[in-house]
């Protein structure tokens, strides 16, 4: 027992120990650099392509808005769940998080987005709404009634004989604004994401 | 429950030795444990149903969270059992990348499972240090893929991001400090008398009853059943990978096996970074319609995903059978069973590792 506590208070009486007891420090956290955090602006322009609302998981997380004179993506932290795909899907590198942006430049990987149209002609009632509410649409016919008929074959969808028929499924740009516009669910866009990579000439792996 | 003796004691949900909530409900005569019967439902998430009429780059995410501990191999067995469905290959390059992040995902999970084992026997201090331990491999995680534990390294024909060489170099400096650690703490574990007496012929599960109880992944391995899902991966065969097995069958011996598979890791992954072949690591390729049924090893035992895609790669219907349920069978019907204390009680299920996230998803 003396024995003991003579060497707890010799243990404790030493000038290191007393130092450590009372002017210890952790060292400072920090966020190493290649750590995947909330997505940020790089300073290039926003193309409105939305390509990182489309493959975001986070159901609400990013969105694209007017920030003075063009758009902006904005993400919403509290949905963000950080998995950087927006980066990734982004064709105008406006994102960087971690280091998936010079990662994706260095190796020349990308992940590219194709729609795919989907009708189901027993829903289908060929109102016209799709046809109609279609941007895309839009640009190619500006004559483009609310029937949803049209006499260009450049559209991507018209009114054929009472049936929506598909042209150019390659002109989608995935945007869905004929999905919500249908009141009978009958056309269903698919959003197909592949990932793939091209390496830069001269460069080793 | 039919009441056959009158000490009924509940352990649960909210218990200080388990990480997540289950209720154990132990018949006792005096210490002595004559039945156990296992509660779960405190944690349901209902996942699958939201995996349903999504595409992988949503399902892929919703996967991972199935559970935390082990979310890179969830990740993982989906995006295999996607690229079975569409017929899509992996670069060789990526497919070792993909067994790096896995095992070093397997190594974190395992040492988390020891020090709540540790933690469960109060050697805290072991626990501590293992700890310490799975920090580092959390970070060298963190410097592969860019997070700790939701990864998100794996996509449909490849992987996320390459390693770059210097943080090749570095993972291999941090791999031979992690395996000096290792060797120490499991000479600790392995040698300590108190350890010993807490875990030694503790918790016994025959070989036989491992069998009947269908028990998967490291508590088999301990029981001498070298039943591994990885003998079956391309990838792992390549590597040439044998599975660690034990015969004591106790505790003590399943701790044992996880010490064995973090050394293991430590091995695979060094010959992955020396035979690392060159080249992409993406090769593309478009998720189709099918259904397959695909199993992958996790930390805990075999996971298995059932599913089937339509037309544009969109998830129609989605099983996932996980490794805890036989492993907390198991230890309800054969391993706490007469034990002879209700401290042995918690550090036999804790010895399981029961993953109630992932059970329950």
Redesign the interface.
């Known amino acids: 027992m003396g024995y003991s506590l003579i060497w707890y208070l010799k243990e404790f009486a030493r000038t290191a120990w007393i130092k450590k007891f009372l002017f210890a420090k952790t060292a400072p956290l920090t966020t190493?650099s290649?750590?995947?955090g909330f997505p940020e602006p790089t300073g290039r322009i926003c193309q409105h392509a939305l390509f990182c609302m489309m493959?975001c998981?986070?159901p609400g997380a990013i969105e694209v808005v007017h920030a003075g004179n063009g758009w902006m993506p904005r993400i919403h932290k509290g949905h963000c769940?950080?998995?950087?795909?927006c980066v990734?899907a982004c064709p105008h590198g406006v994102l960087k998080?971690?280091?998936?942006l010079e990662?994706m430049e260095r190796?020349g990987?990308s992940?590219l987005f194709?729609f795919?149209i989907?009708i189901d002609p027993d829903l289908c009632t060929g109102c016209g709404n799709c046809a109609t509410a279609c941007p895309v649409n839009k640009q190619i016919d500006a004559q483009l009634g609310a029937g949803g008929h049209s006499s260009s074959e450049e559209v991507i969808m018209r009114v054929l004989d009472g049936d929506v028929q598909v042209l150019h499924e390659e002109k989608c740009t995935g945007c869905k604004t004929c999905e919500t516009s249908c009141p009978t669910r009958a056309i269903q866009i698919?959003?197909?994401?592949?990932?793939?990579?091209q390496?830069p000439e001269g460069s080793?792996? | 429950m039919k009441r056959t003796v009158d000490v009924n004691i509940p352990l649960g949900p909210i218990h200080p030795c388990f990480k997540e909530p289950a209720r154990l409900k132990c018949e006792a005569k005096g210490e002595r444990i004559v039945g156990v019967e296992v509660e779960l439902g405190y944690m349901k998430k209902g996942i699958e149903r939201i995996m349903k009429g999504r595409p992988w780059q949503e399902v892929m995410f919703l996967a991972e969270r199935v559970c935390g501990i082990c979310s890179v191999i969830h990740n993982m067995v989906f995006i295999e059992a996607m690229e079975q469905i569409s017929g899509i290959t992996v670069p060789p390059r990526a497919a070792y990348l993909r067994v790096i992040a896995n095992e070093l995902d397997r190594m974190q999970s395992h040492l988390l499972a020891n020090f709540s084992y540790c933690y469960t026997i109060e050697h805290e201090t072991l626990g501590m240090y293992l700890l310490d331990l799975r920090e580092q491999v959390m970070d060298e995680l963190e410097r592969l893929t860019g997070a700790r534990v939701t990864c998100a390294y794996m996509i449909p024909g490849g992987v996320r991001c390459d390693i770059l060489p210097e943080n090749a170099e570095l993972l291999q400096v941090s791999l031979d400090r992690i395996e000096k650690d290792l060797r120490r703490y499991t000479g600790m574990f392995a040698d300590g008398p108190m350890i010993a007496l807490r875990s030694r012929g503790v918790g016994i599960l025959t070989q036989e009853a491992a069998q009947r109880a269908h028990a998967v992944g490291p508590t088999a391995r301990a029981s001498g059943i070298p039943a591994d899902c990885r003998l079956n991966h391309p990838t792992y065969r390549q590597l040439g990978f044998v599975p660690d097995c034990r015969q004591d069958c106790d505790n003590y011996s399943r701790i044992m096996v996880r010490f064995d598979e973090v050394a293991r890791s430590i091995a695979l992954i060094r010959k992955c970074l020396q035979e690392l072949p060159s080249g992409v690591i993406r090769g593309g390729g478009i998720c189709k319609a099918g259904e397959t049924r695909y199993s992958g090893e996790a930390p805990r035992g075999e996971l298995t995903y059932f599913i089937r895609s339509d037309e544009f790669g969109r998830i129609v219907d989605i099983q996932i059978q996980t490794p805890s349920i036989m492993n907390i069978e198991a230890c309800c019907h054969e391993m706490i069973i007469g034990a002879d204390s209700i401290a042995d009680v918690t550090s036999t299920f804790v010895s399981a590792d029961p993953c109630i996230a992932c059970t329950e998803r």
């Open positions: 190493p290649y750590f995947r493959a998981p986070a769940i950080r998995c950087g795909l990734e998080s971690g280091r998936i990662t190796e990987s992940l194709s795919r989907a698919a959003r197909i994401l592949e990932g793939t990579q390496p080793g792996p």
